[in-house]
């Protein structure tokens, strides 16, 4: 049996480096190079040399909007150093594969750690779908003098207007470095 091993990276780290974008969770090239402790560049040479692994459901790069979008949320550089180019990024299947790609013992060990984010980030979202169907039942019992605390609960429960863009994980408030 093996022992578990402490984790190489921060599970946090992880978690605020998974955003939302076009509906789907993603991490971006250069959050994952960092991880892998390799240049953004590398990796996507990488990704390129192999570039039938990676169809559109995998990895894609951002259109100009979702960049600019991108950068003015986080206040990176934009003329004068910085990235110039729209990021690649990867779906959790996407990242998966990434695993075929960069074979070296860090990035087996960061990816497994990945996957596992991924897989808490799908166990939370299945807990809150579990609960509005709970609140749904509970609902339908109960008669109206219940109806305003029902509608705070929603309320708390809602997504935010702003969340197109927001990063997902459990700091996802704070600014990257």
Not at 36 to 62: H, W
Not at 166 to 174: E, M, Q
Request: proline share 4%; hydrophobic share 40%.
């Amino acid at each position: 049996m093996r022992k578990k091993q402490a984790s190489l990276i921060p599970i946090e780290r992880i978690d605020q480096s998974i955003l939302l974008i076009r509906s789907q969770k993603v991490m971006l090239d250069s959050d994952l190079a960092s991880l892998y402790d390799v240049e953004t560049k590398a990796l996507t040479r990488a990704v390129k040399r192999n570039i039938d692994r990676f169809p559109g459901d995998f990895m894609f790069q951002l259109d100009q909007k979702e960049f600019e979008d991108l950068r003015c949320h986080f206040g990176t550089s934009s003329s004068w150093g910085g990235r110039r180019y729209p990021p690649y990024a990867f779906t959790e299947q996407g990242v998966a594969m990434l695993s075929s790609v960069l074979r070296s013992p860090r990035a087996i060990a960061v990816n497994v750690e990945i996957m596992r984010a991924f897989v808490r980030l799908r166990q939370m979202l299945a807990t809150h779908a579990d609960l509005a169907r709970k609140l749904d039942a509970l609902e339908k019992k109960y008669d109206t003098q219940f109806k305003i605390v029902f509608d705070a609960i929603r309320q708390l429960m809602a997504p935010s207007k702003n969340q197109s863009q927001r990063r997902i994980g459990f700091h996802a408030s704070k600014k990257r470095p």
